[in-house]
């Protein structure tokens, strides 16, 4: 494709060379240029595309696209560089000519796919998760997103981000059409959005779970108005806005998404359109879930879902609406909820203890709060929560964790999370702080796999096991080195020496 095609219609200033140059692959990572390819140089947190200019010349790009808010690289240092064998071109924001140059490259694949695009703080992975597993139920072809798994063609591909770079999101976009697949599910992060990964898409439903304080970093958003601000521009190209109104957050996106698309709200108060009454604790089979009656534009009648607690009749009210919207039949609906598994969300491990084990994700405040409250319905004994938190992230979270857990686990083993550049000892301080300001009783136990098989060592017949934190991640990083972690296999390790000892 030549690069005045890519290009297309918006502006830009040509340094040196012409846009009539041909281009074989557009390209952000300098270490994947080819000949003639178009290398898009993006300003990042940690490092600048525009330092890899050379190296991506040297490599054969056949046309450097540059930012004009670049610090250093004049014009003249750039044509020295590129010593006239390729085409300098000036945009104002690499990162949102990334995506048009993607979506260019790949011939638009996102005009030939319906894609639902769910964004808030939580419950996005299980809201995708169910939505995926009630299209496949009805027998449509759909592609997944996500944090845990990129689900691609049939194919499933481990997720480096949660929004991939928007040069991959249009690269499985065309090869979800390749194969004839014309449905996507998506989790969009707050970060994808302020990055324009998802810039040019538009979605057949933007989904909007809920906002709570998360996020708040240097290298992620200054402030929850950043946070909200960003959370808010998956609405700014949608057909549908699908949003969980009964919380505060809700209301300001229905407030802003309303003149810009069709608004379907959800949640369990009144005055919502897909609502959820008559929540009932349900076993069925071997599963442990809710069960609610479901009113509707779409369907009614009693809904189970198999996964406990109200924040899951959430996150199924959301996949509802989305399936409401794309004309899914309801037995397909009550079907895929009725046997949902989310890796890493309440996710249980078998045992014969007479114990619940379960590893879940819930890695803030508010979320622990919400599943341990959840387990205490569903728990005859004790609930004993393993967590700790991650390292260069939000220390305000390490207390309020801490807080949470004393005041609402029987006990608490406090452990390593992700330390990553800090000493995990003073993470844990940190979490002690928190927990300090309840009654609750603690330990201590900084190795991980070590505190997982005390938590479950020490649970008696009714008691329940909470590891959170982790959830789905099978890695564990430390300053110096990232080793192979999960918590699940960590967990099933544990349960088969307790289950020995106890024969």
């Known amino acids: ?18 846009v009539s140059c041909n281009i074989t692959s557009v390209e952000y990572d300098s270490r994947k240029i080819q000949s003639g390819s178009l290398f898009v140089a993006i300003i990042g947190f940690t490092s600048d595309g525009h330092g890899f200019i050379s190296q991506a010349v040297d490599k054969g790009a056949s046309a450097v696209l540059i930012d004009s808010r670049r610090t250093g690289n004049t014009p003249e240092e750039l044509k020295e560089i590129c010593k006239d064998s390729c085409t300098i071109v000036e945009v104002c924001d690499t990162r949102r000519f990334l995506a048009l140059a993607s979506a260019a490259f790949a011939a638009h694949p996102e005009r030939d796919i319906s894609i639902c695009g769910i964004t808030g703080t939580k419950g996005k992975t299980t809201s995708t998760f169910m939505l995926h597993a009630i299209l496949e139920q009805a027998g449509m072809k759909a592609g997944l997103i996500g944090t845990v798994r990129n689900v691609i063609a049939g194919e499933v ?46 979605f057949k439903c933007a989904c909007f ?61 009144e005055g919502v359109q897909v609502r959820a009454t008559e929540l009932t604790k349900k ?36 996949a509802i609406a989305c399936a409401g919207v794309m004309g899914v039949d309801f037995d397909s609906v009550k079907k895929a909820l009725e046997c949902i598994s989310v890796p890493g969300r309440v996710q249980p491990v078998e045992n014969d203890l007479g114990i619940s084990v379960l590893v879940d994700y819930a890695h803030n405040a508010a979320a622990l709060e919400s599943v341990i409250k959840t387990l205490r319905e569903y728990t005859e004994g004790r609930i004993i929560t393993v967590f700790g938190c991650g390292g260069n992230r939000s220390v305000t979270r390490r207390f309020e964790m801490g807080e949470v857990s004393g005041r609402l686990s029987d006990h608490t083993v406090i452990t390593s999370d992700n330390p990553r550049n800090e000493a995990p000892e003073a993470i844990i301080e940190d979490i002690i702080t928190g927990i300090s300001k309840t009654d609750g009783e603690y330990e ?22 909470l590891i959170a934190g982790k959830g789905h991640e099978d890695y564990q990083i430390f300053a110096d080195k990232t080793i192979h972690f999960d918590d699940l296999e960590q967990a099933q390790l544990a349960v088969k020496k307790a289950e020995a000892e106890r024969r």
């Open 1 to 18: 494709m030549l690069l005045s095609e890519i290009l297309g219609s918006e502006e830009y200033r040509v340094i040196s060379g012409s």
């Open 157 to 202: 591909i481990h997720a480096e981000h949660t929004t991939p770079e928007a040069k991959d999101i249009f690269g499985m976009l065309s090869d979800l059409r390749d194969a004839g697949v014309d449905n996507l599910v998506m989790e969009v992060s707050s970060q994808g959005l302020k990055l324009d990964r998802v810039y040019g898409i538009r």
């Open 209 to 269: 779970t809920n906002l709570y304080e998360d996020h708040i970093a240097p290298n992620e958003h200054p402030d929850m108005e950043d946070y909200m601000r960003c959370k808010l521009k998956i609405f700014d190209n949608c057909e549908y806005g699908i949003i969980n109104t009964d919380c505060e957050a809700g209301r300001q996106a229905a407030e802003y998404a309303g003149p810009k698309c069709r608004l379907i709200t959800y949640g369990l108060g």
């Open 283 to 318: 076993r069925q089979g071997h599963v442990t879930g809710t069960e609610f009656t479901l009113t509707s534009p779409f369907y009614n009648g009693r809904v189970f879902t198999a996964l406990p607690g109200e924040f899951n009749v959430y996150n199924a009210l959301c």
């Open 444 to 465: 201590v136990v900084p190795d991980r796999a070590e505190a997982i098989c005390r938590a479950i060592q020490a649970a008696k017949p009714g008691d329940t096991v």
